[in-house]
């Protein structure tokens, strides 16, 4: 581990030339009852990574929503790009959560303008079908500064999604719960059924009414 931060050196410990471009990709949404799950990429040489540490980048959800916010224009100038995709709720409750949410990375990752050479994937399953060198980090944004940084920006983006829904569906309180299940989420979910933007493969969503 770093002397100066948390992130662990030794994921690219490999990796010397300060030109190598490295990739992040992280999703959030996984858990939520509600709403697409959304993924997010950043890829910038590896000598650039400091830059995202001395701004204050770690993990999302120890970050406040405000701080998150502030991160994204900064991370977005020091990134050589980045890339926000998502998969929806049909896909889903089509695939399970685990393959949507690796669609997701995928096409965050296709949508580059910028080639990486190597990706740090969050989580111990790696992308499937992409021709690209990958390495799979579990716990990536408390360990990836890169991945940091892609979840901060996925994060933000759910997060203004799922508040934008909220003004049509606001008898399931999304602003506050962002489509978690929170037990008051899970109480309207009973008490008024669920919506199209609902996860129906997911068993707090089953056998009940549309609302």
Request: proline share 5%; with cysteine.
């Amino acid at each position: 581990m770093s002397k100066h931060s948390f992130f662990d050196d030794s994921l690219l410990s490999g990796i010397w030339e300060p030109n190598t471009l490295v990739l992040g990709v992280d999703e959030v949404g996984r858990g939520a009852l509600f709403g697409s799950v959304i993924a997010a990429t950043v890829v910038l040489p590896r000598s650039d990574i400091p830059q995202l540490i001395a701004i204050g980048v770690k993990d999302s959800k120890k970050l406040s929503a405000q701080k998150r916010l502030q991160l994204v224009q900064p991370i977005k100038e020091i990134v050589a790009d980045w890339h926000i995709s998502s998969a929806n709720v049909a896909e889903i409750d089509r695939l399970n959560i685990l393959q949507a949410s690796l669609l997701a990375m995928k096409r965050s990752v296709m949508g580059l303008q910028v080639t990486p050479d190597i990706c740090l994937v969050d989580g111990k399953f790696p992308i499937p079908n992409l021709s690209l060198s990958q390495q799979t980090v579990v716990q990536g944004d408390l360990r990836s500064p890169v991945i940091a940084a892609a979840s901060i920006l996925a994060k933000v983006w759910r997060d203004e999604l799922i508040t934008s829904l909220a003004t049509k569906y606001p008898e399931y309180n999304l602003a506050a719960n962002k489509g978690y299940p929170t037990a008051q989420h899970r109480l309207a979910i009973k008490k008024y059924g669920i919506t199209c933007e609902h996860r129906r493969s997911f068993k707090s969503c089953q056998n009940l009414p549309d609302a």
